[in-house]
């Protein structure tokens, strides 16, 4: 399992990850270290752990809209997938309505031609 060292807030990690995941990895810490970085920006020196605290309930808000969102999305996919199942049906039904039409059209033009070559 491949390991790599993510810097946090100063701090030295040596981190296991799956193989293949260490860019991922180093882009989540990198992003978690900027947001700490632009907290201590904002509110000064009030502690490491609180920064930390911070971040990461910004980071489970954040999470938590990016979910909602999704549920949302998922909902109206979900409403969207039923009215095109509604409409392909209708369509189905429209299509076979206007075969028979034109079936019966067909019949009826056929009919007229041979009334008038008999008459």
């Known amino acids: 399992m491949p390991q ?3 810097t946090i807030d100063g701090k030295n990690y040596r981190m296991a990850c ?3 995941e260490e860019p991922h990895l180093t882009a989540l ?3 978690l270290d900027g947001r700490i970085t632009g907290l201590r920006a904002s509110f000064g020196e009030i502690g ?3 920064l930390h605290v911070m971040a990461a309930l910004l980071q489970a808000d954040e999470l938590d809209e990016t979910r909602r969102r999704l549920a949302a999305l998922e909902a109206e996919t ?3 997938r039923a009215q095109v199942e ?3 049906a209708t369509r189905a039904a429209e299509e076979t309505r206007i075969a028979a039409g ?3 059209c067909a019949e009826r ?3 007229l031609a041979k009334t008038l070559s008999a008459g």
Do not use: P, S
Request: charge should be negative; proline fraction near 0%.
């Open 109 to 111: 033009i056929e009919h």
């Open 29 to 31: 810490a990198t992003e």
């Open 102 to 104: 034109l079936g019966r």
């Open 48 to 50: 490491d752990m609180r």
């Open 4 to 6: 790599i060292n993510v």
């Open 86 to 88: 509604t409409a392909d």
């Open 18 to 20: 799956a193989e293949g």
């Open 78 to 80: 979900t409403g969207l």
